[in-house]
């Protein structure tokens, strides 16, 4: 096997590389905080998403996590949660959750790797496009429910549009 085989073999080994690559095609500004995680920022139709892929040890996992740049008052928690539950009815891979104390919306999703697998490039680019998709999708109707007043039935109405005909 050549050096250049082995390297490139060595490469997709650890799928952060991969993310890695992936980001500096895209010019996004990132910090590889290790062999196991990167952080990057991403510029959204409606806000910067600061988006960590790790690599979580005892479950064999590449995670992604978005975090959103605001917190959840704790008077629109109840309200929140309602709609974090029917947003995740309309996501086939990865969900939403609101983490603990500071309140905090995320956006989770994870391969898992056990056994010896392998990420692929072409994965993490769905991974990354999966998580971003639902960020955009969905931040409107978290803005409804935070700051328009809105109740979840409302929110999700008005943030999900489906087009019908042509224009």
């Not at 905080?33 to 590449?62: K, M, Q, R, T």
């Not at 309140?103 to 697998?117: D, M, N």
């Not at 935070?146 to 943030?159: F, H, P, S, T, V």
Request: with cysteine; net charge negative; aromatic share 8%.
């Amino acid at each position: 096997m050549t050096a250049i085989l082995m390297a490139a073999e060595a490469a997709h080994e650890n799928p952060i590389d991969l993310i890695e690559q992936l980001v500096s095609e895209n010019e996004w500004p990132f910090e590889r905080c290790g062999d196991g995680d990167i952080a990057v920022c991403v510029s959204g139709s409606w806000c910067d998403y600061n988006l960590a892929f790790a690599l979580a040890g005892p479950h064999e996992a590449l995670t992604l996590s978005a975090a959103f740049d605001f917190r959840v008052p704790k008077t629109r928690r109840a309200e929140l949660c309602q709609l974090l539950a029917q947003v995740n009815e309309r996501l086939w891979i990865g969900h939403f959750d609101l983490s603990g104390e500071e309140g905090s919306i995320l956006y989770r999703h994870g391969i898992p790797l056990g056994g010896g697998a392998q990420a692929t490039a072409e994965q993490c680019e769905q991974m990354l496009r999966a998580g971003l998709d639902a960020c955009e999708r969905f931040y409107p109707a978290f803005q409804f429910v935070l700051w328009g007043g809105k109740n979840a039935e409302e929110a999700i109405a008005a943030a999900i549009l489906d087009c019908r005909g042509e224009a």
